[in-house]
């Protein structure tokens, strides 16, 4: 088992994720980013058999670079497919700490999630699963890789998904 489960882990690591939802639906987009690691990536496959991102195509295959962009766009004040901005809702539920796939240097946690969008009259919804790849960071976790899964990765959508999942 990883040195990195103990007492308490289980919680800290709820703890975490609801935080990092609140960052996304509170849009603090600066702070979500400064939650990876220099060289982490957020990554949605286009396929959930798909193992690797690098090279493949994927819904998303983002790093620092890449989610600052985002950030600007969404932010930006002629970004007209952003007015008004959608609103989100972030549920995150049924996380387990994952000891066979964790090591001594990276904890790996799994967890399901909603997440629910509204712009102009138009709701969407995403349900899926995480796979986070945490790093100990001092008294907190880097995001080394967040991997996410959506039900729906083969469906058509109206328009282009802007927020975070």
Known sequence: MSKLIKAGTQQEIE???????????????????????????????????????DGIPSIFYEDHYLMRTRM??????????????PRTSHLVSNVQLDAAASTDKELVVRSRFFTGEIRL???????????????PDGKSWKIRLQRVDILNYDAPFDYVLQVWL
């Open 121 to 135: 009259d138009k709701q969407r919804h995403f349900v899926g699963s995480y796979t986070h790849y945490l790093i």
């Open 72 to 85: 600007k766009r969404l932010d930006h004040p002629r970004a007209w497919s952003q007015s008004p901005a």
């Open 15 to 53: 703890q975490f994720l609801y935080n990092q939802s609140e960052m996304l639906d509170t849009r603090r987009w600066q702070d979500w980013i400064d939650l990876f690691t220099a060289d982490g990536i957020y990554w949605m496959p286009a396929d959930p058999a798909d193992e690797d991102g």
